[in-house]
């Protein structure tokens, strides 16, 4: 499966931007897709994921409270909606995909991953 982030921009502290993580090459049915970011010199940090069958999903850490993860079946493509944004959540953006049950956000899992999306937040 090949993925690819889109939807990054500028944008000023207190918006909001809609990530679009479209999938291509196989259903995305029996997979989990993540969501992770990585700001120059830190690590990468995960974000939140969903297991693409069910919709269960998972946020944790900075995401929680402003973020959602959500997925639509007919376009085999899987969203992040970003609130509130921070210029700490100043970072590229990326989504990667792993064939199994979830939703988990151990980066190790993750065997696909798609070229990310810079989101800069001013403040």
């Known amino acids: 499966v090949q993925l690819q982030a889109s939807g990054g921009g500028l944008v000023q502290a207190g918006g909001s931007l809609k990530l679009t993580c479209s999938a291509s090459?196989?259903?995305?049915?029996?997979?989990?897709i993540g969501w992770f970011r990585q700001a120059p010199g830190k690590e990468r940090e995960g974000l939140s994921s969903?297991?693409?069958?069910?919709?269960?999903?998972l946020l944790v850490g900075s995401a929680k409270g402003r973020f959602t993860i959500s997925r639509d079946k007919a376009n085999n493509t899987v969203y992040l909606e970003m609130n509130s944004l921070k210029p700490e959540d100043t970072a590229v953006y990326s989504c990667?995909?792993?064939?199994?049950?979830?939703?988990?956000?151990?980066?190790?899992?993750?065997?696909?991953w798609g070229q990310g999306t810079q989101v800069t937040v001013s403040s």
């Open positions: 090459g196989r259903s995305l049915d029996d997979f989990t």
């Open positions: 969903i297991y693409f069958n069910d919709g269960r999903t």
């Open positions: 990667a995909a792993y064939l199994g049950r979830g939703p988990y956000l151990t980066t190790v899992l993750y065997d696909y």
